[in-house]
């Protein structure tokens, strides 16, 4: 099941992308920190990714920006799992401050493939157990995050944001997991 959820999404993703193939608006860069739990609780140890977004659909006007973004990233956590994720992601962002300062609102869900820390071993049939190779694990995510953006007159903005993401299903009898994640990052417009 969570496989067909997973080519739906990269379905949706690709179709979405080809509509729109050559009209990037802006591309931002970030590096995060992961930790496991709630937004604004842990930020320690550092547990290091990165992620790029693409927008492809940034709507302006007076007192907010609108944006739709494809992005994808990943983060390793020693020890949990290492995670790749694309998806798709729509922002809201109010303009604050004599519109220099945004407030950031993403919403996003999309596929994440996981891979544990260290070697994975299969019971066979005799009952002993053996090396496998690891071909990882597929999740689907959803993230909610709040930050801020510096509205500068140039190309390049600078952002902070704390996010949370929901992966599930995880592993055997824990169907969510929740992670935090730390991004300062930029923006740059085209």
Same mark, same amino acid.
């Given at each position: 099941?969570?496989?067909? +959820? ?7 993703? $690709? ?14 860069? $970030? ?6 739990? *709630?937004?604004? #609780?842990?930020?320690?140890? *550092? ?7 693409? #927008? ?7 007192? $907010? ?5 494809t /992005? ?14 694309i =998806? =798709?992601?729509?922002?809201?962002? *109010? /303009? ?18 996981? +891979?544990?820390?260290?070697?994975v ?5 005799? =009952?002993?157990?053996? /090396?496998?190779?690891? #071909?990882?694990?597929?999740h689907?995510? #959803? ?12 190309k ?9 993401? *929901?992966?599930t299903?995880?592993?055997?009898g ?10 300062? =990052? ?5």
């Amino acid at each position: 099941m969570i496989r067909n +959820f997973a080519f739906l999404i990269l379905t949706i993703i $690709s179709i979405s992308l080809n509509g729109y193939g050559q009209v990037f608006d802006q591309f931002s860069a $970030s590096i995060n920190s992961e930790a496991i739990g *709630l937004p604004f #609780t842990n930020y320690d140890p *550092l547990h290091p990714g990165f992620e790029l977004n693409g #927008t492809i659909k940034r709507i302006e006007k007076p007192k $907010s920006i609108r944006y739709l973004n494809t /992005k994808i990233g990943f983060f390793y956590h020693r020890r949990l799992e290492t995670a790749i994720y694309i =998806g =798709g992601e729509y922002q809201h962002s *109010l /303009k604050l401050f004599r519109q220099k300062i945004s407030l950031d609102l993403p919403i996003g869900l999309g596929y994440l493939h996981s +891979f544990y820390p260290g070697e994975v071993y299969e019971q066979n049939d005799n =009952g002993d157990f053996e /090396k496998i190779n690891q #071909t990882g694990r597929a999740h689907f995510y #959803t993230n909610l995050g709040i930050g801020f953006t510096y509205l500068s007159d140039s190309k390049v903005q600078p952002y902070i944001r704390q996010e949370l993401l *929901l992966e599930t299903p995880f592993a055997n009898g824990i169907p969510i997991i929740t992670h935090s994640l730390v991004k300062v =990052g930029v923006q740059i417009k085209l």
